[in-house]
């Protein structure tokens, strides 16, 4: 995974498509407002904050690989107080929280390269015919920006931690890791990006992390490479789209 420490404050200003997008995954969830959930890579808190107000009686595991992230999620949610937990971990690896009964997720698991083993984790952790219910970015994702990098880097030297898969490959995963009722599907979300925050945005989400891997200098003429080649500021997502249950 991309264990990277986000820049999380300037992430919690600039991720409105993340947000919007959150707020639809989490209309699929279905919640009796008791439950403990987890949210597998919270990011600064934004749609954790609807999350618990779906869940007046129940609680939340605020959990991100980045500490900057995990405190400016705690900064956001402090008035939830008890009913949220804080965790930093890598989904790649196994979980050190208990049991719980619905997982969501929202534009993390493309960070991760190993989706055998993040399945598998997540089944570990939630209960029998609990939820998973995520998206995040699926096959074809920013080709774009992909087909940019790729003209400025042939060799592929850069480090690209991006894991986009397809929806086929997702259900086998799923299903070898122990749910049911699988569904994946992918959508297109194109995303329009205003001109002056374009660079800012590529630097802070898209790009961090292969940024934070090449030297201080070739940074910003390599963010300005690729917002040059995107004048309109229009970002080709294609979100990847997950409803299961764990198996009984």
Same mark, same amino acid.
């Given at each position: 995974?991309?264990?990277? /420490? #986000?820049?999380?404050?300037?992430?919690?200003?600039?991720?409105?498509?993340?947000?919007? #997008?959150?707020?639809?995954?989490?209309?699929?969830?279905?919640?009796?407002?008791?439950?403990?959930? *987890?949210?597998?890579?919270?990011?600064?808190?934004?749609?954790?904050?609807?999350?618990?107000?779906?869940?007046?009686?129940?609680?939340?595991?605020?959990?991100?690989?980045?500490?900057?992230?995990?405190?400016? =999620?705690?900064?956001? *949610?402090?008035? &939830?107080?008890?009913?949220?937990?804080?965790?930093?971990?890598?989904?790649?690896?196994? *979980?050190?929280?208990?049991?719980?009964?619905?997982?969501?997720?929202?534009?993390?698991?493309?960070?991760?390269?190993?989706?055998?083993?993040?399945?598998?984790?997540?089944?570990?952790?939630?209960?029998?015919?609990?939820?998973?219910?995520?998206?995040?970015?699926?096959?074809?994702?920013? =080709?774009?920006?992909?087909?940019?990098?790729?003209?400025?880097?042939?060799?592929?030297?850069?480090?690209?931690? #991006?894991?986009?898969?397809?929806?086929? !490959?997702?259900?086998?995963?799923?299903?070898?890791?122990? &749910?049911? !009722?699988?569904?994946? #599907?992918?959508? /297109?979300?194109?995303?329009?990006?205003?001109?002056?925050?374009?660079?800012?945005?590529?630097?802070?989400?898209?790009?961090?992390?292969?940024?934070?891997?090449?030297?201080?200098?070739?940074?910003?003429?390599?963010?300005?490479?690729?917002?040059? =080649?995107?004048?309109?500021?229009?970002?080709?997502?294609?979100?990847?789209?997950?409803?299961?249950?764990?198996?009984?």
């Amino acid at each position: 995974m991309s264990t990277r /420490d #986000w820049d999380a404050a300037t992430y919690d200003r600039i991720a409105n498509p993340m947000t919007r #997008w959150g707020e639809a995954v989490l209309e699929r969830l279905v919640l009796t407002g008791s439950e403990r959930v *987890l949210d597998a890579g919270c990011g600064s808190g934004r749609v954790t904050e609807q999350l618990l107000q779906r869940l007046p009686a129940g609680s939340v595991i605020a959990l991100d690989a980045s500490p900057g992230m995990v405190e400016e =999620a705690r900064r956001r *949610l402090a008035a &939830f107080g008890e009913r949220v937990q804080y965790v930093v971990a890598d989904l790649a690896r196994p *979980l050190p929280i208990a049991p719980v009964d619905a997982i969501l997720s929202t534009a993390t698991f493309h960070w991760i390269a190993d989706h055998e083993a993040l399945f598998a984790n997540l089944a570990a952790v939630l209960g029998p015919g609990g939820q998973l219910v995520a998206q995040c970015g699926g096959a074809g994702n920013l =080709a774009s920006v992909m087909a940019v990098i790729d003209r400025i880097d042939p060799d592929r030297r850069l480090w690209r931690p #991006w894991h986009f898969a397809t929806p086929e !490959d997702t259900e086998r995963r799923l299903l070898a890791a122990g &749910f049911r !009722d699988v569904e994946t #599907w992918l959508h /297109d979300e194109p995303t329009t990006i205003p001109g002056d925050a374009v660079a800012d945005y590529l630097r802070t989400i898209v790009l961090g992390a292969t940024l934070d891997r090449m030297p201080e200098p070739d940074r910003e003429p390599f963010v300005r490479a690729v917002a040059d =080649a995107l004048p309109d500021g229009r970002l080709d997502y294609v979100r990847l789209n997950i409803v299961a249950r764990r198996t009984a």
